[in-house]
């Protein structure tokens, strides 16, 4: 199970930070990230982070906004996205990863449940 929190509604320009824990079935894990939907797109992979090769991925459109950490515990990982913008908003989903390569190909081993981000004035 992975339960993700911190969505909500914020100005273009400003901060919001995704929380998402990992219990059960779903942990452990050593690869956590997330993607985001559109309504009527397909799913994006936004991030990912690999604590055991000690490796991060990011995609273009999110880089050097947004930042992926692991948590104090292992099966916990968070993403903090700054400089918002009205292309972010989304529903982002938490997943546990078999493995992710640099081109943002990625095999997803669990899916939590999305959680809403909106960025509008």
């Known amino acids: 199970q992975l339960q993700a929190s911190g969505g909500g509604q914020v100005l273009p320009g400003g901060s919001l930070r995704l929380s998402c824990k990992a219990s059960g079935s779903s942990y452990p894990t050593y690869r956590m990230g997330w993607f985001r939907q559109v309504p009527g797109k397909g799913r994006e992979f936004v991030a990912g982070?690999?604590?055991?090769?000690?490796?991060?991925y990011y995609a273009e459109s999110v880089k050097g906004r947004f930042t992926i950490s692991k948590g104090t515990a292992e099966n916990e990982v968070s993403l903090q996205m700054n400089s918002l913008k009205p292309d972010d908003s989304a529903v982002y989903f938490c997943v546990t990863l078999n493995y992710f390569r640099e081109d943002g190909t990625a095999s997803v081993r669990y899916w939590g449940q999305g959680t809403q981000v909106t960025v509008s004035s």
């Open positions: 982070d690999d604590w055991q090769d000690d490796k991060k």
